[in-house]
């Protein structure tokens, strides 16, 4: 099983810039693809970003591209947001994920995190 702990969200103004961050325990997490989704209020759980197991490849949805770059650390079991030029409708809770493959879909991640809120004030 594995655990995961976002951090690094919090209030910035439009334009502004956030690293969120996806803290892993076990020893296993370098096995597994991560994904970046979002939740604002009323809406459904959209796919931000994901990562192969080796980083070799990542994946955004279009929404961020240009603007967020997804990288993980396997040494510390961590994966990392930078999210940059943020806009009002990036508003929502971030949640990071673990699967067996990069891909948008949530229902093919098995273990998630808590979320952790990201505000983006106009």
């Known amino acids: 099983q594995v655990q995961l702990v976002e951090s690094g969200g919090g209030l910035v103004q439009a334009g502004g810039s956030l690293r969120l961050s996806c803290a892993a325990s076990g020893r296993t997490f370098s096995s597994y693809a991560v994904g970046w989704f979002r939740q604002a209020p009323g809406k459904e759980r959209e796919f931000v970003a994901a990562i192969s197991r080796s980083a070799n490849s990542t994946y955004y949805a279009d929404s961020v591209k240009g603007r967020f770059a997804i990288s993980r650390d396997n040494a510390k079991n961590t994966v990392y947001l930078q999210m940059n030029s943020l806009k009002p409708e990036d508003t929502a809770v971030y949640y990071c994920?673990?699967?067996?493959?990069?891909?948008?879909?949530?229902?093919?991640?098995?273990?998630w995190g808590q979320g952790t809120q990201v505000t983006v004030s106009s």
């Open positions: 994920a673990t699967g067996k493959w990069a891909v948008a879909a949530p229902n093919l991640y098995a273990y």
